[in-house]
């Protein structure tokens, strides 16, 4: 089968491997379309991956091709999502029902090979059937959208709720989406680039600032400050401004991953304190039974057309493109969002 394989820091190369081996309770999927990840890029262009070679690739969709032994829950034939965590079951988070927070798990395309390959093999209980009348186009985006589900629900968010997105990447989109989806009343999307916050805006914010354009703190003074602020950016700056920047008695979401020290001046670390804040992080998208409710809903949202994904698509590859969608990720004031391959 045809792979892309990382051999080392910015070389991915196309390569021919044998199928896998079908284990016992495994399936193997003939994989239709592979996202690529924020978490990727690091992988390629770094070499952060745990060995060379890596197959990458964890948000994909595809179609039952062959079961193996004592496979139950699915079926040859069944279109797919597959959720890449596999947590090892025995350690005590995993049996309290907690399988994101495993010590000892294993990842779909970063601690074993990934979807950037015709065929992988996964355990049954990773997949997730789903219906017909769903693209598996649209199904390889049920990754993320967890991730954003999984986020949004770390605190309550009362209908009408006046909430702030720190961030209009993928995440960040999609957890407008999802706040949508939940009735959340206005919607502010903060982001520095202009045409990511026009797609936000069309995903339902009904407020976009461009910190470039319109300082935050001066827009505050003449506004209501948010109930809820989901920082979905992963930078040090907007880390700080989500605590500096909400309601007293407000909650604060984190589903960013930091790449650089988060330094709090003492007045801003006061206000958790003076203000009371709900300060809560957000990691993965699993919960019991695995891999969670957040995967039915995900699934429910698009097939309902309450979320709608594919503006989020701004381009699609082959494998024979190799690296081309990573650099586009990585292009200066890049308007890219999600990219994905399609593989069959």
Request: aromatic share 6%.
């Amino acid at each position: 089968m045809k792979a892309l394989s990382v051999t080392d820091v910015e070389k991915i190369e196309l390569v021919d491997l044998d199928m896998p081996e079908l284990e016992k309770g495994k399936v193997l999927i003939k994989v239709a379309f592979t996202g690529i990840c924020g978490s990727d890029l690091p992988r390629y262009f770094n070499g952060a991956v745990h060995s060379f070679p890596q197959i990458l690739g964890h948000e994909f969709s595809g179609t039952v091709e062959e079961i193996g032994e004592d496979v139950k829950k699915v079926n040859q034939g069944d279109k797919v999502a597959v959720a890449p965590l596999v947590p090892c079951g025995d350690c005590n988070n995993c049996k309290q029902g907690e399988p994101a927070m495993c010590t000892n798990y294993s990842f779909v395309g970063s601690r074993e090979n990934g979807a950037m390959a015709e065929y992988v093999a996964v355990p049954e209980e990773n997949c997730v059937v789903i219906p017909e009348s769903l693209s598996l186009k649209e199904a390889a985006l049920l990754e993320p959208l967890t991730v954003a589900i999984h986020g949004v629900d770390r605190v309550k968010v009362p209908a009408g709720a006046t909430v702030m997105v720190l961030g209009a990447g993928t995440i960040g989109l999609l957890t407008i989406l999802t706040l949508k989806a939940k009735g959340a009343g206005e919607i502010i999307a903060v982001d520095l680039n202009t045409n990511k916050l026009k797609l936000a805006q069309e995903c339902g914010a009904t407020i976009t600032i461009n910190p470039l354009e319109t300082k935050l703190d001066e827009f505050f003074k003449n506004h209501e400050m948010p109930e809820i602020i989901y920082e979905t950016a992963g930078s040090s700056i907007t880390q700080v401004q989500a605590i500096e920047l909400v309601r007293k008695r407000g909650k604060v979401v984190f589903i960013g991953t930091s790449t650089k020290d988060v330094n709090l001046k003492p007045e801003t670390f006061e206000k958790i304190l003076r203000g009371e804040l709900e300060v809560t992080g957000a990691w993965m998208s699993y919960s019991a039974p695995f891999p969670g409710y957040e995967w039915k809903a995900g699934i429910n949202y698009m097939d309902s057309k309450k979320i709608d994904v594919n503006p989020l698509i701004t381009g699609v590859f082959s494998l024979e493109d190799k690296a081309i969608p990573f650099e586009k990720m990585i292009e200066k004031n890049s308007n890219q969002v999600k990219l994905l391959y399609k593989i069959s």
